[in-house]
C-alpha cells in the first residue's frame, strides 16, 4: 500500500484535485484497486488527526476483504442501534450520511445505506484505535462500547487483511 501527500484536496464530480479550490475539501481519499491513500499535506502539521485519518483510510482496505459475516455482524450493530434511536456518530464522514439516510435506505439496504456502514465501520475503527476527545465523536458511551466490542472481537480473530 503505498501513501501520498497533497496540498488542498477536494472531491468534484467524484474526482480528486488537488490545488484548485473547487469541490468539496477532504482530508484523504483512497484509491482500493491501486491500493494508494492520498492525505492532505495540511494533516502533517496536525499529527494525531493524521493518526486518526490514516487508520480510517487503513480500515477501508479492510473492510474491502471482511466478508460477509463479519459485514453482517457489523450491519446488526447499526440497525439496533437504529432500533434504539442512536445518535451521532464516531466521525463526520459516517455522521453526514446517517443524516441523509431515509427510512427506505434502512430497510431496502440502499447504495446509501451501503456507503454509509462502510464510513461508519471507518470511522470507528479510527475512534478505536484513536481515542480520546474529539469533536466528531458523538455516539452515546453506550453504543460506542458495542462498536468497541466488535472491534476487540475482530482484532481477537488474528491479523487483519488489506
Ligand atoms: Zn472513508
Redesign the pocket.
Known amino acids: 500500500m503505498s501513501f501520498e501527500f497533497r496540498p488542498g484536496l477536494t472531491i468534484a464530480n467524484g474526482q480528486l484535485l488537488s490545488g484548485t479550490g473547487r469541490g468539496t475539501e477532504v482530508h484523504a481519499a483512497?484509491f482500493l484497486p491501486q491500493r494508494k491513500v492520498t492525505l492532505d499535506t495540511d494533516l502533517i502539521e496536525r499529527p494525531r488527526e493524521l493518526r486518526r485519518i490514516v487508520a480510517?483510510?487503513v480500515f477501508?482496505f479492510v473492510w474491502w476483504r471482511l466478508g460477509n459475516p463479519r459485514r453482517e455482524e457489523w450491519d446488526s450493530i447499526l440497525t439496533r442501534e437504529r432500533r434504539e434511536g442512536a445518535r451521532g456518530e464516531l466521525g463526520y464522514?459516517a455522521d453526514v450520511l446517517k443524516e441523509g439516510l431515509k427510512p427506505a435506505d434502512w430497510k431496502r439496504l440502499s447504495l446509501r445505506w451501503r456507503h454509509y456502514r462502510?464510513?461508519s465501520f471507518?470511522?470507528s475503527a479510527a475512534w478505536f484505535f484513536c481515542r480520546g476527545l474529539h469533536s466528531e465523536y458523538t455516539l452515546a458511551p453506550r453504543f460506542r462500547r458495542r462498536r468497541q466490542a466488535f472491534f476487540e472481537s475482530l482484532l481477537d480473530g488474528g491479523p487483519l487483511s488489506i
Do not use: M, R
Request: aromatic fraction near 0%; charge should be negative.
Open positions: 483512497c480510517h483510510e477501508h464522514s462502510c464510513e471507518c470511522d
